[in-house]
């Protein structure tokens, strides 16, 4: 889909991990137009937040240009970290609020990364809640942490 000339990339991204921390699981579906890409993946030792960074990450990474993006995830933790925590933790040096490191780091970081070339929105949706892609993605995510087990 285009608008104003501009690529828009709706990104629907869900983790999970069986036990926390244990093997986990992420997916992700990329929407643009009437094209649709299915990710997944999964590690043997991690963490749901992890895996929850994990699909946004390997979502962007699929991206070839800039594009408006909207990334639409049940995860609380992506969508305020990068809607509210990040400025604050860069501010202080990637401490938090009771002046402990960031959990997850390398990761945040790696977000940043990632998704700085695209205009984004942020949108948080309640999970399973009969949303169908969030639903397919939690789906995606649990298949592939069976391949890690």
Known sequence: MKKNNETIVEIFADGACSGN?????YGAILKSGARTK???????????NRMELMSVI???????????IKVISDSSYVIKGMKEWLP???????????KQPVMNRDLWEALL????????EWIWIKGHNGHQENERCD?????AIKKCD
């Open 21 to 25: 921390p244990g093997p986990g699981g």
């Open 38 to 48: 299915e990710i997944s993946g999964c590690e043997a030792d991690t963490t749901n």
């Open 58 to 68: 390997e979502a962007f990474k699929q991206l070839k240009k800039p594009c408006v």
């Open 88 to 98: 604050g933790w860069i501010k202080k040096n990637w401490m938090n609020s009771r």
């Open 113 to 120: 990364e990632v998704s700085s070339p695209h205009k984004v």
């Open 139 to 143: 789906e995606l995510a649990r298949k």
